[in-house]
């Protein structure tokens, strides 16, 4: 990808585990709501750094410009959303940039989905077996959205706007169901967390993967190689050659490397 990127929600978390990783890769465009402080653009200098909401519709237009790709990441995360939010930040904010994305010419968007929008699956009937090593049951990213909470409908409502703006407008999307993202080691003394682990090496690597893939509508699960699993990431292997490296078994229960 010789074109810039913008990277939306480059401030957060998962922004930063990817720009921390991949800063000198792409000829970045950060956007955030919040203005990004020096340490957190990684060397991506201030004029490449915007200051807007994803629901301004004239300055998301201006800010992909000119991109060949978006990374779009920004919104509320929380999983206790209300739905004001969700529908302001999440919804009507991807909606925007999935939008100016296509009327910029835009080739690819990959969009921050969540292990949210199929949280439903995971019913008493199911829990917490499938949260262990020796449980084969899986999703793939072929079944229905199943989401847990309001958060998790604004997911499903993305990959839908995502499925659109590909049929109608040929822009290659990939929806990327993101586990549980945390650094240095999966969550502690949690089971469903520790199944759903993305490391952040891992993190950017499938996001890097995204950018330089081929496709034209996917969903792919977004975890790290976990003994412990529920969702499939065979769909990222395959189409994104996805190559994790992590796996939260390396750990303790309580979030400590074994060790050799
Ligand atoms: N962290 C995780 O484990 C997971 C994250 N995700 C998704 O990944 C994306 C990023 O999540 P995190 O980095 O964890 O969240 P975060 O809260 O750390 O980062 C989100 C960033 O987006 C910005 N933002 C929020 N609303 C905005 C708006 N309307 N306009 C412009 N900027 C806005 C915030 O200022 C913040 O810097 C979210 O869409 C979230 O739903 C999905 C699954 C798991
Ligand atoms: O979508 C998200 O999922 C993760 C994991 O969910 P949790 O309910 O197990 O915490 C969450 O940490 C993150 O904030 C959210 O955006």
């Known amino acids: 990808m010789d074109d810039p990127v913008l990277l939306t929600g480059a401030g957060g978390r998962v922004g930063q585990a990817i720009l921390s990783r991949l800063a000198d890769e792409y000829d970045w465009r950060l956007l955030d709501r919040e203005p990004i402080p020096a340490e957190r653009r990684h060397g991506v200098p201030e004029s490449a750094s915007i200051v807007a909401d994803v629901t301004d519709e004239a300055a998301i237009a201006e800010a992909v410009a000119g991109c060949g790709a978006v990374i779009h990441l920004a919104g509320d995360p929380r999983p206790n959303a209300p739905w004001d939010s969700v529908l302001a930040n ?10 100016a994305a296509v009327d910029a010419g835009v080739e690819k968007v990959a969009f921050a989905s969540s292990n949210h929008a199929v949280g439903a699956y995971e ?7 499938m949260y262990r090593d020796d449980d084969d049951y899986r999703l793939d990213g072929t079944e229905l959205p199943r989401p847990s909470n309001l958060y998790g409908v604004s997911k499903a409502s993305g990959e839908t706007l995502g499925r659109y703006y590909h049929d109608h407008a040929d822009l290659d999307v990939v929806c990327v169901r993101i586990g549980n993202l945390t650094e240095g080691h999966p969550p502690r003394e949690y089971e469903r967390g520790q199944a759903m682990w993305l490391s952040h090496r891992d993190c950017a690597h499938l996001f890097d993967r995204c950018l330089q893939a081929d496709y034209g509508y996917e969903i792919v699960y977004g975890i790290s190689d976990n003994d412990r699993k529920y969702y499939s990431i065979d769909r990222a292997k395959a189409v994104l050659d996805y190559a994790p490296q992590d796996n939260s078994a ?11």
């Open 250 to 260: 390396e750990f303790t229960f309580e979030g400590e490397p074994k060790g050799e």
């Open 123 to 129: 019913t008493d009937e199911r829990t917490p077996e």
């Open 90 to 99: 999440n919804i009507d904010g991807t909606q925007t940039v999935f939008s």
